[in-house]
Protein backbone atom coordinates (compact mmCIF):
# COMPACT_ATOMS: atom_id res chain seq x y z
CA UNK A 1 0.00 0.00 0.00
CA UNK A 2 1.05 3.60 -0.21
CA UNK A 3 2.39 5.68 2.33
CA UNK A 4 2.42 9.31 2.28
CA UNK A 5 2.46 11.49 5.79
CA UNK A 6 0.92 14.74 5.78
CA UNK A 7 0.43 17.85 8.73
CA UNK A 8 -3.19 18.30 8.99
CA UNK A 9 -5.68 15.85 7.40
CA UNK A 10 -9.15 17.15 7.51
CA UNK A 11 -11.99 14.40 6.83
CA UNK A 12 -14.78 15.70 5.24
CA UNK A 13 -15.69 18.50 2.35
CA UNK A 14 -18.92 19.59 3.49
CA UNK A 15 -18.93 23.21 5.58
CA UNK A 16 -17.42 22.18 8.47
CA UNK A 17 -14.55 20.75 6.71
CA UNK A 18 -13.88 23.61 4.22
CA UNK A 19 -13.82 25.88 7.27
CA UNK A 20 -11.54 24.36 8.87
CA UNK A 21 -9.28 24.34 5.97
CA UNK A 22 -9.29 27.48 5.60
CA UNK A 23 -9.04 28.08 8.84
CA UNK A 24 -6.00 25.78 9.39
CA UNK A 25 -3.84 27.41 6.55
CA UNK A 26 -4.58 31.16 7.64
CA UNK A 27 -3.47 30.09 10.92
CA UNK A 28 0.13 29.29 8.91
CA UNK A 29 -0.09 25.45 8.55
CA UNK A 30 0.90 25.01 4.31
CA UNK A 31 0.45 20.84 4.78
CA UNK A 32 -3.28 20.53 4.68
CA UNK A 33 -5.24 18.17 3.18
CA UNK A 34 -8.95 17.73 2.58
CA UNK A 35 -10.43 14.63 1.80
CA UNK A 36 -14.50 13.98 0.40
CA UNK A 37 -15.64 11.02 -0.89
CA UNK A 38 -17.91 12.81 -2.50
CA UNK A 39 -17.35 13.99 -6.00
CA UNK A 40 -17.56 17.15 -5.46
CA UNK A 41 -16.87 19.81 -2.06
CA UNK A 42 -20.02 21.24 -0.28
CA UNK A 43 -21.62 18.37 1.55
CA UNK A 44 -25.21 18.44 2.25
CA UNK A 45 -25.65 22.11 1.22
CA UNK A 46 -25.38 20.64 -2.63
CA UNK A 47 -28.94 19.67 -2.42
CA UNK A 48 -30.07 22.34 -0.12
CA UNK A 49 -30.91 24.51 -2.81
CA UNK A 50 -33.64 26.45 -0.68
CA UNK A 51 -32.65 30.26 0.72
CA UNK A 52 -31.85 30.90 4.10
CA UNK A 53 -27.80 30.08 4.77
CA UNK A 54 -25.24 32.39 6.13
CA UNK A 55 -27.82 35.07 7.49
CA UNK A 56 -25.47 35.25 10.65
CA UNK A 57 -21.90 34.31 8.75
CA UNK A 58 -22.99 36.98 5.71
CA UNK A 59 -25.55 38.79 6.55
CA UNK A 60 -27.26 37.59 3.59
CA UNK A 61 -29.90 34.89 2.61
CA UNK A 62 -27.73 32.43 0.09
CA UNK A 63 -29.20 28.86 -1.32
CA UNK A 64 -27.03 26.17 0.18
CA UNK A 65 -24.87 25.77 -3.27
CA UNK A 66 -23.92 29.46 -2.66
CA UNK A 67 -23.10 29.33 0.86
CA UNK A 68 -20.23 26.36 -0.14
CA UNK A 69 -19.29 28.03 -3.39
CA UNK A 70 -18.25 30.94 -1.36
CA UNK A 71 -15.67 28.33 1.10
CA UNK A 72 -14.84 26.44 -2.11
CA UNK A 73 -13.42 29.63 -3.68
CA UNK A 74 -11.66 30.28 -0.42
CA UNK A 75 -10.17 27.06 -0.47
CA UNK A 76 -9.32 27.33 -4.30
CA UNK A 77 -7.27 30.56 -3.45
CA UNK A 78 -5.72 29.12 -0.53
CA UNK A 79 -4.16 26.47 -2.63
CA UNK A 80 -5.47 23.46 -0.81
CA UNK A 81 -5.01 20.39 -1.80
CA UNK A 82 -8.01 18.55 -1.80
CA UNK A 83 -8.82 14.82 -2.89
CA UNK A 84 -12.38 14.18 -4.08
CA UNK A 85 -13.85 10.60 -4.99
CA UNK A 86 -11.99 9.71 -1.93
CA UNK A 87 -12.78 7.87 1.20
CA UNK A 88 -11.29 7.53 4.75
CA UNK A 89 -11.93 3.94 5.82
CA UNK A 90 -10.15 3.64 9.12
CA UNK A 91 -8.15 5.73 11.48
CA UNK A 92 -6.29 4.40 14.08
CA UNK A 93 -5.31 6.24 17.64
CA UNK A 94 -2.02 6.66 16.25
CA UNK A 95 -3.77 9.31 13.28
CA UNK A 96 -2.99 6.21 11.03
CA UNK A 97 -5.61 6.31 7.66
CA UNK A 98 -6.24 3.75 5.44
CA UNK A 99 -7.99 5.93 2.03
CA UNK A 100 -9.42 4.55 -1.01
CA UNK A 101 -9.88 5.76 -4.48
CA UNK A 102 -9.73 5.26 -7.82
CA UNK A 103 -6.53 4.70 -7.66
CA UNK A 104 -6.31 2.13 -4.78
CA UNK A 105 -5.55 2.04 -1.24
CA UNK A 106 -3.54 4.72 0.20
CA UNK A 107 -2.16 5.02 4.55
CA UNK A 108 -1.61 8.07 5.61
CA UNK A 109 -0.04 9.01 9.16
CA UNK A 110 -1.02 12.73 10.09
CA UNK A 111 -0.20 15.08 12.23
CA UNK A 112 -3.27 16.09 13.32
CA UNK A 113 -6.95 15.20 12.17
CA UNK A 114 -10.04 16.94 11.96
CA UNK A 115 -13.22 14.96 11.95
CA UNK A 116 -15.70 16.63 9.58
CA UNK A 117 -17.88 13.65 8.66
CA UNK A 118 -21.52 14.94 8.72
CA UNK A 119 -24.39 13.16 9.42
CA UNK A 120 -27.21 10.63 8.44
CA UNK A 121 -30.67 10.25 8.50
CA UNK A 122 -32.17 8.07 10.49
CA UNK A 123 -34.60 5.71 8.53
CA UNK A 124 -37.38 3.26 8.76
CA UNK A 125 -35.92 0.66 9.70
CA UNK A 126 -34.29 2.35 12.67
CA UNK A 127 -37.37 4.01 14.34
CA UNK A 128 -39.02 0.29 13.45
CA UNK A 129 -42.00 1.99 11.42
CA UNK A 130 -45.08 -0.48 11.48
CA UNK A 131 -46.42 -2.12 8.32
CA UNK A 132 -45.35 -3.41 5.32
CA UNK A 133 -42.67 -1.79 3.07
CA UNK A 134 -43.31 -0.82 0.02
CA UNK A 135 -41.93 1.64 -2.32
CA UNK A 136 -42.72 5.08 -2.07
CA UNK A 137 -40.84 5.51 1.66
CA UNK A 138 -37.86 7.88 1.66
CA UNK A 139 -35.89 9.76 3.87
CA UNK A 140 -36.72 13.31 3.48
CA UNK A 141 -33.05 13.80 2.56
CA UNK A 142 -33.02 11.16 0.11
CA UNK A 143 -35.80 12.92 -1.72
CA UNK A 144 -34.68 16.28 -2.16
CA UNK A 145 -31.86 14.62 -2.93
CA UNK A 146 -33.66 12.87 -5.84
CA UNK A 147 -35.76 16.05 -6.24
CA UNK A 148 -32.93 18.84 -6.54
CA UNK A 149 -30.09 16.72 -7.62
CA UNK A 150 -31.13 14.41 -10.09
CA UNK A 151 -34.94 16.04 -11.35
CA UNK A 152 -36.31 12.64 -10.38
CA UNK A 153 -40.29 13.75 -8.79
CA UNK A 154 -40.25 11.22 -5.98
CA UNK A 155 -44.26 11.35 -5.90
CA UNK A 156 -47.59 13.37 -5.72
CA UNK A 157 -49.38 12.60 -2.87
CA UNK A 158 -47.60 12.74 0.05
CA UNK A 159 -47.24 12.34 3.74
CA UNK A 160 -44.00 13.59 6.01
CA UNK A 161 -43.73 11.94 9.06
CA UNK A 162 -41.22 13.56 11.71
CA UNK A 163 -41.45 18.02 11.98
CA UNK A 164 -37.66 18.03 11.78
CA UNK A 165 -36.24 20.74 9.53
CA UNK A 166 -35.44 18.84 6.39
CA UNK A 167 -38.98 17.39 6.63
CA UNK A 168 -40.19 21.26 7.01
CA UNK A 169 -38.25 22.03 3.97
CA UNK A 170 -39.25 19.03 1.84
CA UNK A 171 -43.07 19.72 2.70
CA UNK A 172 -42.64 23.21 0.60
CA UNK A 173 -40.67 21.76 -1.63
CA UNK A 174 -42.44 18.62 -2.59
CA UNK A 175 -45.77 21.80 -2.92
CA UNK A 176 -43.49 23.62 -5.27
CA UNK A 177 -43.10 20.69 -7.65
CA UNK A 178 -46.86 20.21 -7.66
CA UNK A 179 -47.35 17.15 -5.05
CA UNK A 180 -50.31 17.13 -2.58
CA UNK A 181 -48.59 17.26 0.57
CA UNK A 182 -51.76 15.74 2.84
CA UNK A 183 -50.21 16.77 6.35
CA UNK A 184 -47.03 16.51 8.68
CA UNK A 185 -47.59 13.74 11.58
CA UNK A 186 -45.66 14.71 14.68
CA UNK A 187 -44.75 12.06 17.91
CA UNK A 188 -43.54 15.02 20.17
CA UNK A 189 -45.92 17.73 21.31
CA UNK A 190 -44.36 20.06 19.69
CA UNK A 191 -42.52 20.48 16.68
CA UNK A 192 -38.89 19.78 16.08
CA UNK A 193 -38.04 22.12 13.55
CA UNK A 194 -36.84 25.44 13.97
CA UNK A 195 -39.88 27.88 14.14
CA UNK A 196 -39.19 30.28 10.73
CA UNK A 197 -39.68 26.80 9.10
CA UNK A 198 -43.08 26.57 10.34
CA UNK A 199 -43.84 29.30 8.70
CA UNK A 200 -42.32 29.57 5.68
CA UNK A 201 -42.54 26.04 4.93
CA UNK A 202 -46.24 24.94 6.43
CA UNK A 203 -48.50 27.54 7.43
CA UNK A 204 -47.49 29.68 4.01
CA UNK A 205 -48.42 26.70 2.14
CA UNK A 206 -51.61 25.67 4.33
CA UNK A 207 -50.00 22.04 4.98
CA UNK A 208 -51.17 20.96 8.08
CA UNK A 209 -48.95 19.91 11.44
CA UNK A 210 -50.53 17.33 13.39
CA UNK A 211 -49.09 17.19 16.79
CA UNK A 212 -48.58 14.15 19.08
CA UNK A 213 -49.97 12.15 16.20
CA UNK A 214 -47.85 9.39 14.28
CA UNK A 215 -48.23 6.63 11.98
CA UNK A 216 -49.06 3.23 13.23
CA UNK A 217 -49.11 1.18 10.13
CA UNK A 218 -48.05 1.73 6.39
CA UNK A 219 -50.06 0.44 3.75
CA UNK A 220 -49.28 -0.76 0.33
CA UNK A 221 -48.03 -3.85 -1.44
CA UNK A 222 -45.74 -2.82 -4.91
CA UNK A 223 -46.15 0.91 -3.71
CA UNK A 224 -47.50 2.51 -0.86
CA UNK A 225 -51.37 3.08 -0.86
CA UNK A 226 -51.69 4.99 2.38
CA UNK A 227 -50.72 5.05 6.05
CA UNK A 228 -52.92 4.81 9.21
CA UNK A 229 -51.98 8.06 11.73
CA UNK A 230 -53.48 7.98 15.48
CA UNK A 231 -52.59 10.53 18.13
CA UNK A 232 -50.28 9.78 20.62
CA UNK A 233 -50.12 9.80 24.47
CA UNK A 234 -47.09 9.36 26.13
CA UNK A 235 -45.74 7.65 22.98
CA UNK A 236 -48.73 5.13 22.84
CA UNK A 237 -51.74 5.49 20.28
CA UNK A 238 -54.93 7.06 21.76
CA UNK A 239 -57.60 4.01 20.86
CA UNK A 240 -60.53 5.44 18.87
CA UNK A 241 -58.42 8.07 17.21
CA UNK A 242 -56.50 6.21 14.29
CA UNK A 243 -57.47 6.90 10.62
CA UNK A 244 -56.41 6.38 7.04
CA UNK A 245 -54.83 8.76 4.84
CA UNK A 246 -54.09 8.23 1.00
CA UNK A 247 -50.68 8.67 -0.12
CA UNK A 248 -47.97 7.65 -2.57
CA UNK A 249 -45.05 8.87 -0.96
CA UNK A 250 -44.10 8.60 2.86
CA UNK A 251 -41.23 11.02 3.91
CA UNK A 252 -39.01 10.60 7.03
CA UNK A 253 -37.88 12.99 9.04
CA UNK A 254 -37.34 11.69 12.16
CA UNK A 255 -33.75 12.55 13.30
CA UNK A 256 -30.13 12.59 11.82
CA UNK A 257 -27.06 10.78 13.45
CA UNK A 258 -23.81 12.02 13.43
CA UNK A 259 -21.52 9.45 11.24
CA UNK A 260 -19.15 8.41 13.67
CA UNK A 261 -18.11 4.86 12.07
CA UNK A 262 -14.25 6.28 11.94
CA UNK A 263 -14.25 8.15 15.47
CA UNK A 264 -15.63 4.73 17.05
CA UNK A 265 -12.92 2.33 15.27
CA UNK A 266 -10.09 5.06 16.84
CA UNK A 267 -11.97 4.72 20.21
CA UNK A 268 -12.65 7.97 20.49
CA UNK A 269 -14.42 8.79 23.88
CA UNK A 270 -18.09 9.52 22.81
CA UNK A 271 -20.94 11.16 24.50
CA UNK A 272 -24.02 9.69 24.20
CA UNK A 273 -26.43 12.93 24.50
CA UNK A 274 -24.42 14.30 21.10
CA UNK A 275 -23.85 10.79 19.72
CA UNK A 276 -20.94 12.84 18.88
CA UNK A 277 -17.45 12.84 20.65
CA UNK A 278 -16.09 14.25 23.48
CA UNK A 279 -14.37 17.70 22.97
CA UNK A 280 -13.05 20.36 24.93
CA UNK A 281 -12.78 23.81 24.52
CA UNK A 282 -10.28 23.64 21.30
CA UNK A 283 -12.52 20.54 20.02
CA UNK A 284 -9.88 18.23 20.55
CA UNK A 285 -11.25 14.25 21.31
CA UNK A 286 -9.87 12.21 24.12
CA UNK A 287 -7.78 11.01 21.23
CA UNK A 288 -4.37 14.03 21.42
CA UNK A 289 -4.41 15.98 17.83
CA UNK A 290 -7.84 14.74 16.79
CA UNK A 291 -10.50 17.10 16.41
CA UNK A 292 -14.19 16.78 15.76
CA UNK A 293 -16.33 19.64 14.14
CA UNK A 294 -19.56 20.05 12.52
CA UNK A 295 -22.66 17.53 12.44
CA UNK A 296 -20.44 14.94 13.25
CA UNK A 297 -19.81 16.35 16.68
CA UNK A 298 -22.91 17.30 17.51
CA UNK A 299 -26.22 18.02 14.86
CA UNK A 300 -26.28 22.02 14.03
CA UNK A 301 -29.65 23.92 12.71
CA UNK A 302 -27.53 26.76 11.23
CA UNK A 303 -24.86 26.11 9.38
CA UNK A 304 -23.36 29.66 10.09
CA UNK A 305 -22.51 28.04 13.54
CA UNK A 306 -21.20 24.66 11.44
CA UNK A 307 -18.40 27.33 10.05
CA UNK A 308 -17.74 29.22 12.85
CA UNK A 309 -16.74 25.90 14.98
CA UNK A 310 -14.99 23.97 12.52
CA UNK A 311 -13.04 27.20 12.28
CA UNK A 312 -11.74 27.16 15.56
CA UNK A 313 -11.13 23.68 15.38
CA UNK A 314 -9.24 23.98 11.94
CA UNK A 315 -7.23 26.76 13.91
CA UNK A 316 -6.66 24.72 17.25
CA UNK A 317 -5.36 21.80 15.13
CA UNK A 318 -3.05 23.78 13.23
CA UNK A 319 -1.75 25.00 16.81
CA UNK A 320 -1.12 21.64 18.31
CA UNK A 321 1.09 20.96 15.34
CA UNK A 322 3.77 23.48 17.02
CA UNK A 323 2.65 23.97 20.93
CA UNK A 324 1.13 21.81 23.31
CA UNK A 325 -2.49 22.99 23.57
CA UNK A 326 -3.31 20.11 26.09
CA UNK A 327 -5.85 20.07 28.40
CA UNK A 328 -5.17 21.72 32.18
CA UNK A 329 -4.56 18.24 34.85
CA UNK A 330 -7.73 19.42 36.08
CA UNK A 331 -9.50 20.55 33.81
CA UNK A 332 -13.29 21.86 34.56
CA UNK A 333 -15.82 19.69 33.49
CA UNK A 334 -19.53 20.98 32.29
CA UNK A 335 -22.50 19.34 33.06
CA UNK A 336 -26.06 19.35 31.69
CA UNK A 337 -28.95 20.02 34.56
CA UNK A 338 -32.34 20.69 34.95
CA UNK A 339 -34.27 21.22 31.01
CA UNK A 340 -30.73 21.32 29.69
CA UNK A 341 -30.05 18.32 26.78
CA UNK A 342 -26.62 18.65 26.39
CA UNK A 343 -24.06 21.00 26.42
CA UNK A 344 -20.74 21.05 24.43
CA UNK A 345 -17.75 21.10 24.72
CA UNK A 346 -18.14 18.88 28.17
CA UNK A 347 -14.50 19.80 29.21
CA UNK A 348 -12.55 23.09 29.23
CA UNK A 349 -9.01 24.42 30.61
CA UNK A 350 -10.24 27.39 31.94
CA UNK A 351 -7.17 29.06 30.31
CA UNK A 352 -9.29 30.87 27.54
CA UNK A 353 -12.66 32.76 27.36
CA UNK A 354 -15.00 30.12 25.05
CA UNK A 355 -18.63 29.64 23.61
CA UNK A 356 -20.79 26.94 25.33
CA UNK A 357 -23.63 25.26 22.63
CA UNK A 358 -26.37 24.01 24.71
CA UNK A 359 -29.98 22.44 23.56
CA UNK A 360 -32.76 22.41 26.10
CA UNK A 361 -35.25 19.51 27.01
CA UNK A 362 -38.65 21.14 26.49
CA UNK A 363 -40.11 24.42 24.68
CA UNK A 364 -40.09 27.78 27.17
CA UNK A 365 -40.84 30.85 27.57
CA UNK A 366 -39.11 33.93 29.31
CA UNK A 367 -36.41 31.67 31.55
CA UNK A 368 -32.83 32.18 31.92
CA UNK A 369 -30.13 29.94 31.19
CA UNK A 370 -27.81 29.40 34.28
CA UNK A 371 -23.89 28.51 34.24
CA UNK A 372 -22.75 27.74 37.96
CA UNK A 373 -20.04 27.04 39.56
CA UNK A 374 -21.35 25.47 43.16
CA UNK A 375 -24.08 28.03 43.93
CA UNK A 376 -21.52 30.68 42.34
CA UNK A 377 -23.08 32.81 39.27
CA UNK A 378 -20.46 32.10 36.21
CA UNK A 379 -23.10 33.36 33.52
CA UNK A 380 -26.53 33.72 32.39
CA UNK A 381 -28.52 34.70 29.46
CA UNK A 382 -32.18 35.67 29.53
CA UNK A 383 -34.30 34.26 26.96
CA UNK A 384 -38.09 35.21 25.67
CA UNK A 385 -38.76 31.53 23.45
CA UNK A 386 -36.54 28.84 24.24
CA UNK A 387 -37.00 25.45 21.62
CA UNK A 388 -35.30 22.40 21.53
CA UNK A 389 -34.59 22.92 17.22
CA UNK A 390 -32.23 26.67 18.51
CA UNK A 391 -29.16 25.91 19.42
CA UNK A 392 -28.41 28.79 22.08
CA UNK A 393 -24.90 29.66 22.78
CA UNK A 394 -23.88 31.25 25.67
CA UNK A 395 -20.04 33.23 26.05
CA UNK A 396 -18.20 32.29 29.15
CA UNK A 397 -14.93 34.47 30.30
CA UNK A 398 -11.91 33.00 31.30
CA UNK A 399 -11.95 35.22 34.41
CA UNK A 400 -15.23 33.72 35.64
CA UNK A 401 -13.20 30.30 35.91
CA UNK A 402 -10.65 30.52 38.05
CA UNK A 403 -11.14 28.88 40.71
CA UNK A 404 -13.90 26.54 38.83
CA UNK A 405 -13.50 22.61 38.83
CA UNK A 406 -17.36 21.89 37.57
CA UNK A 407 -19.62 23.68 35.92
CA UNK A 408 -23.14 23.26 36.12
CA UNK A 409 -25.75 24.35 33.32
CA UNK A 410 -29.66 24.32 33.58
CA UNK A 411 -32.41 26.93 32.46
CA UNK A 412 -34.70 28.18 35.33
C1 LIG B 1 -31.84 18.93 4.27
C2 LIG B 1 -31.13 19.94 5.11
C3 LIG B 1 -31.56 21.25 5.11
C4 LIG B 1 -30.86 22.22 5.85
N1 LIG B 1 -31.30 23.51 5.80
C5 LIG B 1 -30.55 24.48 6.43
C6 LIG B 1 -30.91 25.87 6.31
O1 LIG B 1 -31.90 26.24 5.68
N2 LIG B 1 -30.10 26.80 6.92
C7 LIG B 1 -28.99 26.41 7.61
O2 LIG B 1 -28.26 27.26 8.12
N3 LIG B 1 -28.67 25.09 7.76
C8 LIG B 1 -29.40 24.12 7.19
N4 LIG B 1 -29.05 22.81 7.30
C9 LIG B 1 -27.92 22.45 8.18
C10 LIG B 1 -26.57 22.48 7.48
O3 LIG B 1 -26.69 22.16 6.14
C11 LIG B 1 -25.68 21.47 8.15
O4 LIG B 1 -25.62 21.85 9.50
C12 LIG B 1 -24.28 21.44 7.53
O5 LIG B 1 -24.34 21.02 6.20
C13 LIG B 1 -23.36 20.47 8.31
O6 LIG B 1 -22.08 20.54 7.77
P1 LIG B 1 -21.02 19.35 7.93
O7 LIG B 1 -19.84 19.73 7.11
O8 LIG B 1 -20.83 19.05 9.34
O9 LIG B 1 -21.73 18.08 7.30
P2 LIG B 1 -22.09 17.70 5.78
O10 LIG B 1 -22.61 18.86 5.03
O11 LIG B 1 -22.96 16.51 5.89
O12 LIG B 1 -20.67 17.27 5.16
C14 LIG B 1 -19.98 16.12 5.57
C15 LIG B 1 -19.13 15.63 4.42
O13 LIG B 1 -18.25 14.61 4.85
C16 LIG B 1 -18.14 13.63 3.82
N5 LIG B 1 -17.70 12.37 4.44
C17 LIG B 1 -18.34 11.65 5.40
N6 LIG B 1 -17.63 10.56 5.74
C18 LIG B 1 -16.51 10.57 4.97
C19 LIG B 1 -15.38 9.71 4.86
N7 LIG B 1 -15.27 8.60 5.62
N8 LIG B 1 -14.41 10.00 3.97
C20 LIG B 1 -14.51 11.12 3.20
N9 LIG B 1 -15.56 11.98 3.26
C21 LIG B 1 -16.54 11.73 4.14
C22 LIG B 1 -19.55 13.58 3.24
O14 LIG B 1 -19.54 13.04 1.94
C23 LIG B 1 -19.95 15.06 3.27
O15 LIG B 1 -19.62 15.73 2.08
C24 LIG B 1 -29.75 21.83 6.60
C25 LIG B 1 -29.33 20.48 6.62
C26 LIG B 1 -30.01 19.54 5.89
C27 LIG B 1 -29.54 18.09 5.95
Redesign the pocket.
Known sequence: MHEIKRDLVI????????AAAAAARQAGCEDVLL????RI?????N??I??????HRFGEALT?PE?AQRYIDEIRDLHIETLLG????SMDRERNLT?SSRKGYTRINAGTVVL????R?RTAGAISLPGTRPSGIYT??AA?NFINLQNIMVGRRAVILGSG??GL??ARRMTLEGAKVEAVFEILPYASGLPR?IQQCLNDYDIPLHLSTSIIEVHGKDRLTGVTVAEMDHFQPVPGTERFVSCDTLLLSVG?IP?N??SAGASVKMESRTSGAFVDDTFMTSIPGVFS?????H????????SEE?ALAGEFACRYLGEDISQADTPIVIEPKSGVRYVLPQQVSGKSDFTLSLRVTEPSRDRAVWVRDGDRKVARKKLVRLHPAEMIRVKIKKDKLETARKLEVSVE
Open positions: IGGGPAGLIERDLGGILQCHDGFGLGYTIVLVAMGCEAGQDIIMNLEELCGNVLVHDLVDHVA
